[in-house]
């Protein structure tokens, strides 16, 4: 018997923007839940909240209204720097525009979240050498992000994201920045990380192509969520 | 890696903007360190005094002397184990600038109650028993190339006339303190000049030097000095060599004070040498501080980031500040004793001043670093993913 829990849960979400004395609604009442395991994808046009959705889950924005339980902690009653550990734990997040730190190596960006950790400094380079071997750069450990394409830097940036073995993937337009070839690589990749690694991953796409290699594709406007 | 990696490589992002601030603190320090070195050279002179000595002179003005009468009844008083004196003699050499302070003593006593001015025995005695004879400090000696057995020719200003003195002995200081630019000159000999040519102002003196056997008296005593003396022709003023030292440079005092203010005023040009570097650079890496913080990293870790890069850069200049200060002394003591005379006996870097200006950087280093800290963490995660940077 599989049991299916939730591990993302959002119930009855509002979030909207104060600019000046204008209230910009972005989500109203907004309910989602992602089942243990699941690789979603949310499309919708731009504007729509979509980023907006990801940074409440991650906890890097607050709701107005209602709540959102992720990975067993209420993440909108948390403080701030119980956040940041729960974050460093539980959430991996991948990035449009990679944003790694230019200053470090393929390898020392992947580390960077294990800083954070206990663990010991060969344990770190074990982990580090692991997860860039996963996303096919085993070889380009001391290249800098200005010598790695477009896809490579997106792929290292995959690699930081799970080198702490997070709960949740969280991926915001992985594949916005790359062509197509590389877009492909990408998407393989994480289709392998929920398929051999039973990572929940949740990500944010434009393009149906992209979108296909979901289980599951959630369409938002203006907060209004259907599933397909 | 660890944070010190990073810490390092964000030092080494604008190599140039980095390398002027340093450059700029450097010199900042450099200054630092030669203010606070003139003024520490100033209060060497205060605390070269012994605690044990009082200075006896007139009430009204050091200018006016005291009869040598004095001498006799300040030995009487109970307390003081030694009386000594001596006269101002204020020649010149040469010309105006060739100034150094020259004092008509009476040489057993003065040599007695002065311990910290060492001597071979050999050249104690030839001064004792010559009247034309003089002692000279090492420094004065170094600075005009004077040995054992030169001539000084003086001019006298307060005792007209041309004078000549034999060196018969150099001294040393036994403190690093002690002022290493005096003449001693023979009171007895001006004082015979004077009773052939000035009869009315022979056998005076210009002060007492007073040892008392035990310091902690020094006031009762000075008090009872200046009662001795009181409703007699001349009354006395009795303060420790120390407060007489003090007073003795007053004036110039507040001029040490201001120099002391100008320190502290430099640690605030630092302050904003260092902040502008520092909000720039922070301001720069907005998105990279958001990407760190949704890898989990706490303020704390900010903190330590930001305050970590702001102490690298003001140790970076601590650094090469001292490298400049310890070259820079010998040049500026070379300058400031050929133009203020031997003024300034005592113009060395002591370790601790390098310290000071090193630790005075460092704390304005994690002030500097509060702004663009508290811009930092006030700042919006999720806002500064959106801004493509
Ligand atoms: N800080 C903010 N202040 C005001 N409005 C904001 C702010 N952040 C986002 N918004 C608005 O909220 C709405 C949703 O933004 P969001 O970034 O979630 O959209 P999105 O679906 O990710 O769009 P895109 O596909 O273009 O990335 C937009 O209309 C946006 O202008
Ligand atoms: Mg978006």
New interface residues.
């Given amino acids: 018997m599989v049991i299916i829990q939730s591990v993302i849960e959002c119930c009855h979400v509002t979030k909207s923007y104060v600019r000046g004395d204008q209230e910009i609604p972005v989500l109203r009442n907004f309910n989602l839940s992602v089942p243990n395991g699941q690789f979603l994808a949310i499309m919708g046009p731009s504007g729509s909240g979509k980023?907006?959705i990801l940074?409440l889950i991650?906890g890097?924005?607050r709701p107005v209204d209602g709540t959102i339980r992720v990975a067993g902690t209420e993440v909108s009653r948390q403080r701030?720097?119980e956040l940041?550990?729960?974050?460093?734990?539980h959430?991996g997040?991948v990035?449009q525009?990679y944003?790694l730190?230019p200053?470090?190596t393929a390898a020392?960006n992947v580390?960077?979240?294990l800083?954070?950790s206990s663990l010991s400094k060969s344990e770190r380079a074990k982990r580090v050498r692991a997860a860039l071997e996963l996303v096919g750069l085993g070889d380009r450990l001391h290249h800098y992000p200005r010598q790695l394409s477009g896809g490579q830097e997106q792929r290292v940036g995959i690699a930081?994201a799970i080198v702490g073995d997070p709960t949740i993937l969280l991926a915001d337009e992985p594949t916005g920045n790359l062509d197509r070839e590389a877009a492909e690589a990408v998407m393989t990749l994480l289709r392998r990380l929920h398929r051999e690694l039973g990572k929940t991953i949740v990500m944010v796409t434009h393009d149906p192509f992209v979108a296909d290699y979901a289980e599951t594709v959630l369409h938002v406007d203006k907060g209004k969520g259907s599933s397909r | 890696m660890t944070l010190v990696t990073l810490i390092i490589r964000n030092v080494h992002r604008q190599v140039l903007r980095v390398t002027l601030t340093v450059l700029g603190i450097a010199t900042i320090i450099l200054a630092f360190n030669l203010i606070i070195t003139t003024v520490r050279a100033w209060y060497a002179g205060v605390e070269a005094a012994a605690p044990n000595r009082l200075i006896t002179r007139h009430a009204a003005s050091l200018s006016i002397h005291l009869p040598l009468s004095y001498r006799d009844r300040l030995a009487a008083i109970d307390g003081i184990t030694g009386v000594t004196f001596a006269n101002w003699f204020g020649g010149v050499y040469r010309d105006a600038k060739g100034f150094f302070p020259q004092f008509a003593v009476d040489p057993e006593s003065f040599l007695d109650l002065h311990p910290e001015l060492m001597l071979d025995p050999d050249e104690r005695r030839d001064f004792l028993s010559d009247r034309r004879g003089c002692l000279i400090g090492r420094r004065l000696a170094d600075l005009y190339g004077w040995r054992v057995g030169d001539v000084i020719p003086l001019k006298g200003t307060l005792y007209p006339g041309d004078w000549e003195f034999i060196v018969r002995g150099i001294y040393r200081g036994a403190e690093p303190s002690t002022d290493e630019n005096w003449m001693l000159i023979r009171w007895d000999s001006v004082n015979e000049r004077r009773r052939q040519f000035d009869p009315d102002r022979a056998d005076t003196v210009g002060w007492y030097v007073l040892r008392i056997a035990d310091s902690s008296t020094a006031g009762a005593l000075s008090r009872a000095v200046d009662d001795t003396f009181a409703n007699s022709v001349a009354e006395t003023r009795t303060e420790t060599e120390q407060a007489f030292q003090a007073g003795f440079v007053a004036m110039s005092g507040s001029i040490v004070r201001a120099l002391e203010l100008l320190a502290v005023v430099l640690n605030g040009v630092t302050l904003l040498v260092l902040a502008n570097t520092l909000v720039m650079a922070v301001r720069e890496r907005t998105r990279e501080w958001a990407v760190l913080r949704t890898l989990g990293f706490e303020r704390r870790h900010l903190a330590a980031l930001i305050t970590g890069e702001a102490l690298l850069i003001a140790a970076l200049g601590s650094i090469m500040g001292i490298a400049m200060t310890i070259p820079a002394i010998d040049l500026y003591a070379t300058l400031v004793s050929t133009k203020l005379g031997n003024f300034f006996q005592q113009l060395v870097v002591y370790p601790s001043t390098l310290v000071l200006g090193a630790l005075a950087t460092l704390i304005t280093a994690c002030c500097a670093a509060v702004i663009p800290l508290v811009t930092a963490l006030r700042s919006n995660v999720a806002d500064d993913l959106r801004h493509i940077g």
């Fill in positions: 980023t907006t940074n991650a890097l924005d701030e720097t940041a550990r729960w974050r460093a734990r959430i997040f990035f525009f944003n730190i200053v470090l020392e580390e960077l979240p800083l954070l930081r």
